[in-house]
């Protein structure tokens, strides 16, 4: 996520999870005794936002199939869920804020509920779900998404004429229900029913458009599996272009609704997508999907977004390229290798605002070096930018400047300690060890020291773990 003025998947987490609860002692028989099942958790343990994603359950699948009214700004549909339980599951929970009609697992109804402020919807199935046994669960709901918050954000974005799901750290529960965390990702297909002459814009590839009497169904579907957070869609007027570089098919859109000087500018910096993700493959290696894009829209989010393979921005002219180098870096870092928890985000953003750094300098611009060093000696030791605590900022910091700045100048600074070669190798091992699943701060610092091969204890705890700013000494990458 970029703010403008303007490991291991799922399953084997909550298996290991359901392994450290489920043994239960032995009888003096000898005999085991098989537990009873149990209410899945409400959220998947993550401290900054303990209702996010769920206990017990790893979804496979999302089938959305949604109708959107622009006018009302009513959306109503289904989504099928493909999960499997990781625990004996006499209920679970979903992550959806719209008001639910009906409920069913494997075709059959199922007892529903809102829970927690309405955040959870949990679901209580006519029979126990078995560990591992695996199943279809279909949501039916009619809402407007607009009434609803939750964790303090309102994240609606849309007028009469256009809409876009794009949020961090949530957005899905707005528009589809999910477990809502980057642990469990899922391939997303998603169908949006709109007005004739309107289009649909969302992830991965355009497989299909339903031409009916009144309306269009739009049917979008990414290979790859992203976290929830990463899938969106858009519904207005938008002027669509698309072609293949080098192998890669790419697809950018623009809001009509913008004038035409900044739909030119917005297609211009829009169509410069292939490029980036080019000149991004000379330092990380191969884009990690099968497609990718860009969309801009009309109205006025304030930020761009990381969406999995089509990020989404503001209108804000065409010389803004670092703005779509930072996007695209995420599809890298924070899309393809998601964070273990929201306090690793510096490994995002810190990451994203680096190849910004990088961009810059193999374009003839400074180095990233240069650039540390201007940051380090122009931001005083009493700043606010060096009390935040980058590798834990906590839930109300977790988006601060200082995690994106001094995200990058760790990583720089760690070039500088190791050199440029090291540095390199290290980036790489962390893409290909880490690639399609989840990484921790904890990971990335154990790999560093093992790729390496120096004890960078010190430097990590001066960088990520001090709130105060880092003595300029070589041990730090400043000396």
């Known amino acids: 996520m970029t703010t403008r003025a303007i490991s291991q998947p799922l399953l084997s987490v909550a298996l290991l999870a359901t392994l450290a609860v489920g043994l239960t002692s032995v009888p003096a028989t000898g005999e085991m005794r098989a537990a009873a099942p149990v209410d899945g958790a409400s959220g998947i343990g993550d401290p900054y936002w303990p209702l996010d994603g769920n206990g017990g359950i790893d979804v496979a699948t999302y089938k959305i199939s949604n109708r959107y009214v622009l006018d009302t700004k009513q959306l109503s549909g289904r989504t099928a869920i493909e999960l499997t339980a990781t625990q004996d599951l006499a209920s679970f929970s979903l992550d959806f804020l719209l008001k639910v009609s009906t409920v069913t697992v494997d075709g059959e109804k199922a007892r529903f509920a809102k ?8 679901i209580t199935p006519d029979r126990p779900l078995a560990a591992g046994s695996r199943h279809t669960v279909v949501v039916s709901y009619d809402d407007r998404p607009a009434r609803h918050s939750y964790a303090g954000e309102r994240n609606w974005l ?24 980057p642990l469990d990702k899922a391939v ?7 007005p004739n002459g309107r289009e649909v814009v969302s992830n991965g590839k355009l497989r299909d458009r339903e031409v009916g009497r009144t309306s269009t169904q739009w049917h979008w579907r990414a290979d790859e599996p992203m976290v929830p957070y990463l899938a969106f869609f858009a519904a207005g007027d938008f002027a669509i272009e698309k072609g293949t570089h080098r192998g890669l098919p790419w697809l950018v859109a623009v809001s009509e609704r913008l004038d035409e000087r900044d739909q030119a500018a917005s297609m211009r ?3 410069k997508t292939p490029t980036v993700v080019a000149g991004l493959e000379k330092d990380l290696g ?16 304030g930020f761009a977004l990381e969406n999995q393979t089509r990020p989404t921005y503001p209108a804000v002219g065409a010389s803004a390229t670092s703005l779509v180098v930072h996007e ?11 964070v273990e928890r929201w306090s690793d985000i510096w490994l995002n953003e810190g ?4 190849m910004e750094w990088r961009w810059t300098e193999t374009r003839g611009g400074r180095s990233g070096a240069a650039i540390l060093r201007n940051y380090y000696d122009n931001v005083d030791a009493t700043s606010a930018f060096w009390q935040v605590v980058v590798g834990d900022p906590g839930a109300a910091k977790v988006f601060d400047g200082a995690v994106y700045g001094r995200g990058a100048m760790t990583l720089q600074a760690l070039r500088n300690r190791v050199g440029d070669d090291v540095f390199w190798q290290v980036v790489r091992t962390w893409i290909r ?4 699943g989840n990484g921790s701060t904890a990971e990335f610092e154990e790999m560093a020291a093992r790729v390496s091969g120096q004890d960078l204890g010190a430097f990590f705890d001066a960088w990520l773990r001090t709130p105060a700013k880092p003595a300029a000494t070589a041990d730090n990458g400043l000396g």
């Open 286 to 301: 191969d884009y990690p999907f099968s497609v990718v894009g860009g969309i801009t829209t009309g109205l006025n989010p």
């Open 188 to 194: 997303v297909d998603v169908k949006v029913r709109v």
């Open 115 to 122: 829970t927690d402020g309405g955040h959870e919807l949990r």
């Open 158 to 181: 849309a007028s009469k004429h256009e809409v876009i799901t794009m949020n961090e750290p949530h957005m899905a529960p707005w528009w589809f229900p999910a477990n809502d965390h």
């Open 269 to 271: 910096l829009m169509k």
């Open 328 to 338: 695209l870096a995420h599809q890298w870092f924070g899309d393809d290798i998601a």
């Open 433 to 436: 060890e880490q690639r399609g």
């Open 351 to 354: 990451f994203a605002t680096f």
